[in-house]
């Protein structure tokens, strides 16, 4: 269901873009070794992440089926949240 899934993410315009403390997403897609995506958000500070989890994530997943419309079922499942500190950083010389 590879299709169904990056185009459900690519419909999600906005979802998480507008939300306080937001910085990045990406969604990989695996080449080899796993048929697992990665979904990689980065956030100013846990404080928005946990925001951002208990409110508009919870609408952005859930969204509810037009009246007489059947919920599409899900493109994946399973998951597993990792969680990581920035210990170093760097980026391109200017």
Do not use: I
Not at 30 to 39: C, I, K, N
Not at 64 to 80: I, K
């Amino acid at each position: 269901m590879r299709e169904s899934l990056e185009q459900r993410f690519s419909a999600r315009a906005g979802a998480v873009e507008n939300s306080d403390g937001f910085e990045w997403f990406e969604l990989l897609r695996p080449v080899e070794g796993t048929e697992q995506y990665l979904v990689y958000t980065r956030w100013a500070s846990e404080e928005h992440f946990k925001a951002w989890m208990e409110g508009p994530m919870q609408a952005a997943h859930r969204p509810p089926a037009a009246e007489g419309e059947v919920p599409q079922r899900p493109a994946a499942t399973g998951s597993t949240l990792w969680s990581f500190e920035v210990v170093q950083s760097t980026g391109p010389k200017a």
